[in-house]
Each structure stands twice: as C-alpha cells, then as structure tokens.
C-alpha cells in the first residue's frame, strides 16, 4: 500500500470522526492529572474510530494515540500517532477550535500528516515530498520576517515550570511580530503556519501526538520545525519543545533562547 493511499484513508477516517465531535451533546470532562489536563468520552470515542478504520487498513499496524493507557511500540514499519481531540479543553467549553490529528510513520519516517477541523472543515493533509494541502488545495508558508507575521503559542498548561520562561518569550515575540494567538490546539497552530495565517508558533513541552501530524505538513509547506534547542524534533515517543514557522522567524526565535 502506497503512502498515498494511507493519507487518503486517514482523510476519510478524520472525516467521518469529525460528527462525532459535531453531534457531541452533554460532554463531560474527567480530569486525567488536574483540572487543566481532561478527556472526554468523545476523544475515546474518535480514538477507537481512527483505530478501527486504520487496523482494518494495515493489520499489523501499532497505534501511539494520547488515550492510550500504554501506547504501542513506535519500533515497527508502520505506526499511526493519533491525538483524537486536540484542543479538549476548547470541546469542552464550545469554543470551536478543535481537531483531529493523525500523523503515519513508515520505517521510522514521518511519511504522512492529517489534520481536521470540523467546526471549519478544513481538512490539511501532507504526504512526504509531495507539499501540503487545504481542503485539495496547495498552502505555502511565505518567508516572511516575524515583523510581518502573527504568533501563535501554546502556555504548557501542565506544566508550571515552564511559565516564566513562555511568558518570558512571549513578551519578546510580542514586541517584535505583529499580535500573539493563543488558541489552544497545537496540530491547528502548526496548520495556521503552513497555510500562511501565523508565522511562528511555539510552545515549550509537547507529546508526540500533539505536534507528529502538524510537524509533516508545516514542512510540506515549506515552513521549519524544530526543538525550541534548534535541534531535530524527536519521533521516538518522548516529549519536546517545539517552534515551527517561517524560515526568518525561527531564526529570530532561536536567537531568543537564551532566557
């Protein structure tokens, strides 16, 4: 089976999970760590749809999705990192901004990336070597300079620890781009900067569920992604930073991270 026809399955997949967020009536949160960190029924719900459709696509598949109690191995010649709701905290709270995010890693390469707003329906979709897509359409992120740019950042919001140096950053990126976004979804942030909308976005600890599928089509498009350290992001399961934009913007970033 091709790459592409991979990518055309998560598409459909993504797709028909997207109602199940849109019909979502009486969501509940549960706290998994704290009161910031919850999950829903849907998330397991969009979880074991993804996973249904994808095991019947490629049997041996291994599967390293955010509700998982112990993720598969990522050590196999096929993998499919899911984040089921990316922004629960916005699907709880009905602001709009959620998505679904599906990364496929062939022999260890990101090969393929899908990501679905359905309160837009904006379906982004990238497959290594081939650019990234809206909705079937080419997006190019422009090299523009971070002064001709907005922001989008994402607070760490589990993680106390990093707030000074976020906010220490954020107040670098506010006086140089031209306004910060913080929105909420990762997968989304790193598609607004593929398709031009944003041209930086950071955030100083990330699962690989949240940044896998985002990370494939912000390069597609041109865009760079690396550890906030400037070095390559991992796919072996741990947990990163990461910063993705524009060419010149990253480079203005990295010169910041030193604070």
Known sequence: ???????????????????????????????????????????????????????????????????????????????????????????????????????????????AGVVYNPYRDEMFSAVKGEGAFLNGRRIQAPDLPLEQCVTCFGSSPYNDHLTDKTFALLRKAYTVSLDIRREGAAALDLCSVAAGRAGLFYELELSLWDYAAGAVIAEEAGAKCFTCEGEALPYDGRKSSVVAGTPQSVRTFLSWESI
């Open 1 to 111: 089976m091709t790459v592409q026809e991979v990518a055309k399955a998560i598409i459909s997949a993504e797709r028909e999970a997207g109602g199940l967020m849109l019909h979502a009536r009486h969501i509940m949160a549960e706290e998994k760590t704290d009161p910031r960190n919850v999950v829903t029924e849907y998330d397991r719900k969009v979880q074991q749809h993804m996973i249904n459709t994808l095991s019947a696509l490629i049997p041996e598949a291994h599967f390293f999705c955010e509700e998982m109690a112990h993720p598969d191995s990522l050590n196999v010649e096929h993998v499919f990192i899911i984040d089921p709701i990316d922004g629960t905290m916005n699907f709880v709270h009905g602001f709009g901004h959620s998505c679904i995010s599906c990364a496929y890693v062939r022999a260890g390469v990101p090969s």
